[in-house]
């Protein structure tokens, strides 16, 4: 299920092609699916505002962030149909849009997919490489540009100077 933030600016709200509501749950299902993960996921499209408190609230850090992931903790009566949650801010996925010369509702897509990997136990932060391979080879079969991990771990490129 797609939710977006009733705080959405009318500009900075997803449109245009692939970034319909529709359009992204049809992604998150196909995502899931490839992913493997069972239960139903929510991903609210937010304003950095809103992940800069949750990142604050969750985890200690007083900045706006891309994409949090919230998994079930299945405590409650018929949690166990229900995966967890994801939070995307709309503001940061479309700079990192422009940045990378791609559309918002592809940036989105990369953000889902990374989320839905940390909602299925990966973590990139401690598990050396294991969620940077699935991610990679879900990015191929899922038709996405380079993932999260891999632009964190890129160098930047040297600026050359003088003439050729």
Do not use: W
């Not at 499209?45 to 994409?67: E, I, Y």
């Not at 996925?93 to 989320?115: C, F, M, S, W, Y």
């Amino acid at each position: 299920m797609i939710l977006l933030d009733p705080e959405l600016e009318p500009k900075t709200a997803p449109r245009g092609r692939g970034t319909s509501t529709r359009a992204l749950a049809h992604f998150l299902a196909q995502a899931q699916a490839a992913v493997r993960l069972q239960g139903q996921v929510t991903v609210l499209l937010a304003t950095d505002a809103v992940l800069r408190d949750l990142n604050a609230r969750f985890r200690g850090k007083n900045k706006p962030t891309d994409v949090l992931s919230f998994p079930s903790t299945n405590a409650a009566p018929g949690a166990e149909k229900i995966a967890g949650d994801l939070a995307i801010s709309v503001e940061t996925a479309q700079r990192q849009a422009d940045e990378r010369n791609h559309p918002l509702a592809t940036e989105i897509k990369v953000l889902i997919l990374h989320g839905l990997l940390h909602l299925a136990g990966y973590d990139h932060e401690i598990d050396d490489g294991r969620m940077r391979r699935r991610e990679r080879v879900l990015r191929a079969k899922l038709r996405l540009p380079q993932g999260l991990i891999e632009r964190a771990q890129q160098k930047p490129a040297k600026k050359r100077s003088g003439r050729r």
